[in-house]
């Protein structure tokens, strides 16, 4: 068994940074890749930004400049930095990590339940 849990979530005013944390734990051998989603209600998921275990990383192009993810391999957990918020980045934040699971040595992805985040205007 994985989970994968975010958190960090909250109301920020516009221009202001929040910082979102997802850790997995479980049965894992590694994770390949952690990716953050996120969701407004009648819209699609859609990424936000995204990093492998060598280090690639990727961006939305709504995004560039204002978010940062990183992770600390130690604790399992990726972070997603984001600064200058703006109303239009309020969502449903989701984390998707792509992990070995120990049990079969095979590649499996996990979603996290999802943390809100509320930027006012």
């Known amino acids: 068994q994985v989970q994968v849990v975010e958190s960090g979530g909250g109301l920020v005013q516009a221009g202001g940074s929040l910082r979102l944390s997802c850790r997995a734990s479980?049965?894992?051998?590694?994770?390949?890749?952690t990716d953050w989603y996120r969701q407004v209600p009648g819209k699609e998921r859609e990424l936000v930004a995204g990093?492998?275990?060598?280090?690639?990383?990727n961006y939305a192009d709504s995004v560039k400049g204002r978010f940062t993810i990183s992770r600390d391999n130690a604790k399992n957990t990726v972070y997603l930095q984001m600064d200058s918020l703006k109303p239009e980045d309020t969502a449903v934040y989701y984390c998707?990590?792509?992990?070995?699971?120990?049990?079969?040595?095979?590649?499996?992805?996990?979603w996290g339940q999802g943390t809100q985040v509320t930027v006012s205007s």
């Open positions: 479980g049965s894992m051998v590694t994770i390949t890749a």
């Open positions: 990093i492998t275990t060598d280090g690639s990383i």
């Open positions: 998707n990590a792509l992990v070995v699971v120990s049990t079969t040595f095979t590649e499996h992805d996990y």
